[in-house]
């Protein structure tokens, strides 16, 4: 593993062990005059997981269904706006990736008798977003063209842009977590 790949991975941990760390909260209290529960429900650490791996896996193929629609939606344009074209596919995948992503670490985090806010959820992936882009520029200088790189470095590339995405949507769902009433 190279350099670079170590420290994607430690930087990945810490975030990951950062936000279960943070994230443990009171014991489940029955209120005696209404019988509902209240204070917040304990972390499950197989569901963070759950909604990390799964949200990083529903991010890329978000991507790709986005980039889809994308060009599919500028196939009438003329050939002369190339550019444009590639930026709205790309902009369309994106847009893809984060409301896959957003929605699988929401419906995760929703089962059961716990629930949380879908939008504070897509800010935290937005906010992964922007972390997820900075590292890229830092750590593998920017993305790699189609045409270039090897495979390896093009797979850590979109981990870490998915992955860091997922973990602001979970650490995001995750503090506004509460029992469905």
């Given at each position: ?30 209120n ?47 050939s ?8 709205v ?35 935290g ?12 520029k830092v ?15 093009k ?9 860091l ?17």
């Open positions: 593993m190279t350099r670079a790949g170590v420290l994607c991975a430690a930087v990945l941990l810490a975030i990951a062990s950062g936000a279960a760390h943070a994230q443990v909260g009171p014991a489940l209290v029955a005696p005059e209404s019988g509902r529960l209240e204070g917040k429900p304990t972390l499950r650490p197989e569901r963070v997981g759950a909604e990390v791996v799964v949200g990083t896996y529903a991010g890329v193929a978000g991507y790709f269904a986005g980039r889809g629609l994308g060009t599919l939606a500028t196939m009438m344009m003329k002369d706006n190339e550019r444009l074209r590639d930026r596919v790309d902009g369309v995948g994106w847009a893809g990736a984060a409301f896959a992503i957003g929605g699988t670490v929401y419906a995760l985090g929703d089962m059961g008798s716990e629930t949380g806010s879908f939008p504070r959820t897509m800010i992936v937005t906010a992964g977003a922007a972390a997820s882009l900075v590292l890229s750590v593998f200088h920017g993305r790699v063209p189609a045409d270039q790189g090897s495979a390896k470095r797979w850590w590339v979109a981990t870490l842009e998915c992955s995405p997922a973990i602001g949507g979970t650490l995001a769902f995750n503090a506004s977590r509460k029992w469905q009433r």
